[in-house]
């Protein structure tokens, strides 16, 4: 078992910010123990947990956790992963002080939108009007293979809502294996004709995403300043822009490469051609992307690249033929990112339906009315 004091280890945080439900085990000032399974956020230094409506015998401020942390502080957070093969057992633990942060506290509102982006069921929890935990962290211990992915695979309906666009990670490696499946599911998109009209570079080395980074940022200096943005707000977000790229332990540069693309004689068909070719590079990123979060790593999706592509190609040595579009950012999650951008309802958004019936509501689809297509 390896034990830490204060703040965690690299592998420790990745570890802990890629699990769903942890162990919370509080004692009253008696010393008699109690252990919850709770949902958390972290980040740097401290762990939020929410008191939220699920159903409860008693109000949220008179559960035994919080009576037993307002008698003693003294907390132990356990998260760990289960698996069948042994050999990925792991597990993260925890010790400092807890105590709760009341609505309207600066530090209440942080950790409100910490658990709102990491589980999207607290968007529908008024979580903001209940206190919320924060554990102070001591001390950390942990065992097993913390590196290793998840044992199970999520469903690919979790997958796709538990994925959050991630800006600021942990300076740890992401090994070469898990870039290859990363770029091996983007290979499996759909694409016109089966053409796969697309290509990609990967980005690792520092003085690379400098020089990438210089190049995109002369571009969006020029047009930031063309917006009449004032001189401070146009540095402050060219430096928010140039962390992300240095800090990204890797960048996948996603291009088009129309070459492969089939010709037609009318210049309708052809841009037709080339949309199709750009919905498959989305479908690409969307894939790799989901592929990424299935192996425990976070990314993000930045489409800086589609504004120079002259600039990112030359930054590169690149092929000109080559169309940069995006770039995806592979890393660990420093911490829990803030809440997701809220998504519209089904309502909204299916416009025609030629045939309803009423069948049993998806489980999980919050707003759904429960009228799904035949």
Known sequence: MTAASGVL???????LVR??????ATADAGGRPHAVPVCFAYRTG??????DEKPKAVPPDRLKRVRNILENPNVTLVADRYAEDWDRLAFVMLRGRAELLGPGAEEHGIAVLLLRGKYHQYEEMKIETHPVIAIRTESSASWGALDEPRSTEPRTLDAIRGRRSVRRYLPKRVSDEAV??????????????GRQPWRFAVIRKDETKERLADAMGEEWRSNLEMDGQEAGIVEKRLEGSRRRLLDAPVLVLLCLYLEDLDTYPDPN???HETTMAVQSLGAAAQNALLAAYDQGLDAGWMCAPLFCPEKVLEALGLDPALVPHALLTLGYAEGDPPKRRSRRPLEELVVYRDCDRVRPMIEGLPGDSGVLPA
């Open 46 to 51: 401290a762990v939020y947990i929410a008191l």
């Open 19 to 24: 699990q769903r439900v942890a162990r919370l």
């Open 9 to 15: 280890s690299l592998e420790q945080t990745a570890f």
């Open 269 to 271: 068909r052809q841009q």
């Open 180 to 193: 290859e499946r990363v770029l091996e599911a983007a290979r499996w998109a759909p694409s016109p004709h």
